[in-house]
């Protein structure tokens, strides 16, 4: 383990917002965008697996000036990695979490790094997981918040198992092997379904991933992607713990169609995580204890008249041309152009006469 001090983070001084390069990102706040953006630098965030989007993301957390980062990975930088963001062939040989507290410690120095170069599916080293999700933030708390940015299933289920236990809310995120979709997905244990909610078709399947594996070959390689799901991990990691917007529970993305769906996941009451199943039983019956808000009809004043001797209404005697047309799901055009031709239109205006020019120009003097 690697842990680098910082100075003190409780006031933001006038050096740091009037000269540190990262003190732009200040105009968040003066722009109301996010009006408590400096409280980023209270915050703790655990990212497992600092491959792809992993080192991506912790870049781009270091660069908006996180407090402290915890970076769990046990594979070393090859040089097949180097169709990818970040690293860089000269830290080839180097465990991945070695090379990416360097080069981010030079971004930001202001952030505190702490590493770990292990692998979390073991019980020795899950238990490790476990203690630094716990008592691993400033101030020995727990951490705000964890990224799962692995790219196995085994490694996920030790995420999902170790941040039910603890009740801890984490985004779960992925690139496909074939490199061009990804998703990220907000897993708040009991609220929303857990990742062994409903099991991906590789383990219904009964495949062994590890045979998917090719020797040399680096999975999920485009740049693009990887900054794409990396950027919507984050995003969304900002809006979460600074509160600023709604964050998503389920982002895809596919390149292929630029397809984005997005949709609430629900918990399964029958999970085999039997702490998930307790965290919904809890969530539940907090729900269940909030006090029931009964909606007020709205009273709708009486509209009185005075005598009406002569019975003069108003009545909407507008009809459209045209029906609406919907170009996409809540898009509508706002008015359709007439597709009557201009000359029919002209013979509404224009009378046929038998009389001459000259004397429809006498009639016209003579008004």
Same mark, same amino acid.
Do not use: R
């Given at each position: 383990m690697a842990e680098s001090a910082r100075p003190k983070i409780d006031v933001m001084s006038d050096e740091v917002t009037d000269v540190n390069p990262y003190s732009r990102l200040m105009a968040l706040k003066k722009m109301g965008t996010v009006k408590n953006y400096e409280e980023i630098r209270l915050y703790t965030v655990l990212i497992v697996g600092v491959g792809g989007v992993g080192s991506v993301a912790a870049e781009m957390l270091t660069r908006c000036g996180i407090g402290k980062l915890i970076m769990f990975d046990y594979d070393k930088v090859e040089l097949a990695n180097m169709n990818r963001l970040f690293f860089q062939p000269h830290q080839a040989g180097m465990?991945?979490?070695?090379?990416?507290s360097k080069t981010l410690s030079f971004i930001n120095p202001d952030v505190v790094f702490e590493t770990h170069n292990m692998d979390i599916t073991k019980l020795e080293n899950f238990n490790t997981l476990i203690d630094r999700i716990v008592k691993g933030g400033l101030g020995n708390k727990a951490v705000d918040l964890v990224l799962s940015c692995v790219d196995n299933f085994e490694a996920r289920m030790?995420?999902?198992?170790?941040?039910?236990? %603890?009740?801890?809310?984490?985004?779960?995120?992925?690139?496909?092997?074939?490199?061009?979709?990804?998703?990220?997905?907000?897993?708040?244990?009991?609220r929303t379904a857990c990742f062994a909610c409903a099991?991906?078709?590789?383990?219904?399947?009964?495949?062994?991933?590890?045979?998917?594996?090719?020797?040399?070959?680096?999975?999920?390689?485009?740049?693009?992607?990887?900054?794409?799901?990396?950027?919507?991990? %984050?995003?969304?990691?900002?809006?979460?713990?600074?509160?600023?917007?709604?964050?998503?529970?389920?982002l895809g993305y596919d390149a292929m169609s630029d397809f984005f769906p997005t949709f609430p996941v629900k918990p399964n009451p029958q999970c085999d995580d039997s702490n998930c199943v307790r965290r919904q039983q809890e969530y539940q019956a907090k729900e269940a204890a909030k006090p029931k808000i009964e909606a007020v009809p709205e009273e709708v004043p009486e509209i009185i008249h005075e005598d009406n001797e002569w019975g003069i209404s108003l009545v909407d005697e507008y009809v459209p041309d045209s029906e609406e047309i919907e170009l996409a799901p809540g898009v509508k055009l706002q008015y359709t152009k007439d597709a009557q031709p201009a000359e029919e239109n002209a013979k509404d205006f224009v009378q046929d006469t038998d009389q001459?020019?000259?004397?429809?120009?006498?009639?016209?003097?003579?008004?």
């Open positions: 465990s991945k979490v070695e090379a990416a030790a995420i999902n198992t170790a941040c039910n236990e %603890v009740n801890q809310v984490w985004f779960e995120s992925g690139v496909s092997e074939n490199a061009v979709s990804g998703h990220i997905q907000l897993i708040d244990p009991g099991p991906p078709l590789i383990v219904a399947s009964k495949v062994d991933e590890k045979t998917l594996k090719k020797e040399g070959v680096c999975a999920a390689s485009l740049p693009t992607t990887i900054g794409i799901i990396a950027g919507f991990l %984050v995003q969304n990691s900002l809006k979460y713990l600074l509160k600023f917007a709604p964050v998503t529970e389920y001459s020019l000259e004397d429809l120009m006498k009639q016209m003097k003579s008004l």
